[in-house]
């Protein structure tokens, strides 16, 4: 599986831009790609960055020692938590590790599926490792209210500078089963973009 540059890697990301690149991707991946499935076609409603680098060192990365696709980019790295869609990169005496988890999707039917687990049971099901994938990444636009706030379940081990990191993006925000799958509207206050109706 590929995902043609979603996230293009020409430099390192440092302070000063990761913010706003983790914004940019978010709107764009929220509101104009979706996952096909056969006939199936998975909209992000809910997702969370998570960066590492020797400047950047988010305490609850998965990959902490820099062995796994979390080191690449467009990739998928499958975890016990469910999978992310990779951005890392290798440098010659360094590696950049990230990842943007998918905790929630919508079919076809606005059914959702709410959970990282459940979202990646949802896409692999029947799916073998190690095969060609029968799932893409396509463009298809959609109308999103997007928000932002802090990550969702991530435990006391780590530090509060980055359990408060506003690095979640959910859509949807008044769906009943969003709310049970983390924090409710009060908690994500900043409405980051929305599309112009027709």
């Not at 016990?80 to 999707?105: C, P, Q, V």
Request: include cysteine; hydrophobic fraction near 30%.
């Amino acid at each position: 599986m590929t995902f043609d540059n979603l996230i293009k890697r020409k430099e390192h990301l440092n302070s000063n831009n990761l913010d706003a690149i983790f914004e940019s991707v978010a709107v764009d991946l929220m509101s104009n790609y979706c996952f096909k499935k056969n006939n199936e076609k998975y909209f992000f409603t809910e997702i969370e960055f998570y960066f590492w680098s020797p400047e950047f060192k988010d305490d609850f990365i998965h990959d902490k020692k820099g062995t796994t696709s979390q080191c690449e980019s467009n990739k998928i790295y499958h975890h016990y938590s469910g999978f992310d869609i990779t951005f890392g990169k290798r440098f010659e005496n360094y590696t950049e590790r990230g990842g943007i988890l998918l905790r929630g999707l919508k079919n076809n039917q606005f059914e959702f599926i709410c959970g990282p687990l459940k979202c990646s049971n949802e896409i692999f099901s029947g799916v073998t490792l190690g095969e060609n994938y029968s799932i893409r990444l396509t463009k298809e636009k959609s109308n999103p209210r997007i928000f932002k706030g802090p990550r969702y379940g991530l435990g006391q081990n780590g530090s509060l500078e980055w359990r408060s990191k506003k690095y979640r993006f959910i859509t949807d925000i008044s769906n009943t089963n969003q709310k049970a799958s983390g924090k409710t509207k009060s908690d994500m206050e900043e409405v980051i973009y929305q599309t112009n109706s027709k």
